[in-house]
């Protein structure tokens, strides 16, 4: 059976990811006060961070449509697979949704199921590349949404940033202290709960947080070698590249991919932050 993958654009993807015909990503929209701008193969990361450096408003974002959605399910693909932002984060996963009811009803019967990734950034690839395994190996319809499904509630999301302070206004933290954490060069480490954020932990500089994330990730894993170490990184790919050897100096995963963020992820990430999901 062939298929088709529609994710939104914090889906972060690798050059090859993005060269793959099967996978439609949908764009959000950024906004940074009058500026706006599709989260889109035309993004300019260096170009977006300096805006939003420069600005007194905060950056935010914008779901895509029902309509953009559905009209990505109008493919000949025998199943399409969505992978969204969570909804606790963001409106794109009930777009989503709603794009389906439309198409089933306006089209007619298809294949069509949305995974809430309860994530973000490389969460969202994470899970994508579990319905491409499970795809791929010939695996009926309903079980790999099984399967993806059972995946998706044994994965976890971390992330340490330079300033939660956009989160924070974007009203995606709730009773975090962003702003102390920020004045005295603290860095929680965060992760998803039920596609929530919530602090687990804390350091003294940016170094010393990482170092809590991936001791914290390396405990936490339960059968690595079955699965993807995934790292997002916002410009700071030497960054990244410490996480993941710090990670797998303690456990062995079957993969590690790390990706660059597209532009929901340096929007509420930040200059310099990373995200690791396992």
Not at 212 to 235: C, F, G, S, W, Y
Request: glycine share 6%; aromatic share 6%; charged share 25%.
């Amino acid at each position: 059976m062939s298929y088709k993958l529609v994710v939104d654009s914090c889906t972060d993807l690798t050059e090859e990811l993005k060269k793959d015909p099967r996978i439609e990503v949908i764009p959000l929209i950024l906004q940074i006060g009058d500026y706006t701008v599709l989260d889109d193969e035309n993004f300019d990361q260096l170009d977006y961070i300096k805006r939003v450096a420069e600005s007194d408003t905060c950056a935010k974002s914008a779901c895509p449509s029902p309509d953009r959605y559905k009209r990505a399910y109008e493919c000949d693909a025998d199943d399409v697979y969505v992978v969204t932002l969570s909804s606790k984060l963001s409106g794109s996963y009930n777009s989503a949704i709603l794009g389906r009811s439309i198409y089933l009803e306006d089209v007619g019967e298809k294949n069509i199921h949305v995974f809430d990734s309860l994530s973000a950034c490389c969460g969202q690839t994470n899970v994508m590349l579990k319905i491409m395994e499970c795809a791929d190996a010939g695996l009926p319809f309903e079980e790999v949404v099984e399967k993806v499904e059972e995946y998706r509630d044994h994965m976890d999301t971390y992330f340490v940033l330079d300033s939660l302070d956009t989160l924070r206004k974007n009203g995606r933290l709730t009773g975090m202290k962003a702003i102390v954490a920020t004045t005295l060069n603290i860095k929680p480490v965060c992760y998803a709960i039920e596609g929530t954020i919530a602090q687990w932990g804390q350091g003294i500089g940016m170094r010393k947080a990482l170092i809590k994330m991936a001791e914290l990730a390396a405990r936490r894993i339960v059968d690595p070698e079955k699965k993807t170490l995934m790292i997002t990184h916002i410009n700071c790919y030497e960054r990244a590249e410490v996480v993941k050897d710090l990670i797998l100096s303690k456990v062995n995963f079957k993969r590690a991919i790390i990706v660059d963020g597209a532009g929901v992820a340096t929007t509420y990430a930040g200059d310099g932050g990373i995200v690791v999901t396992c």
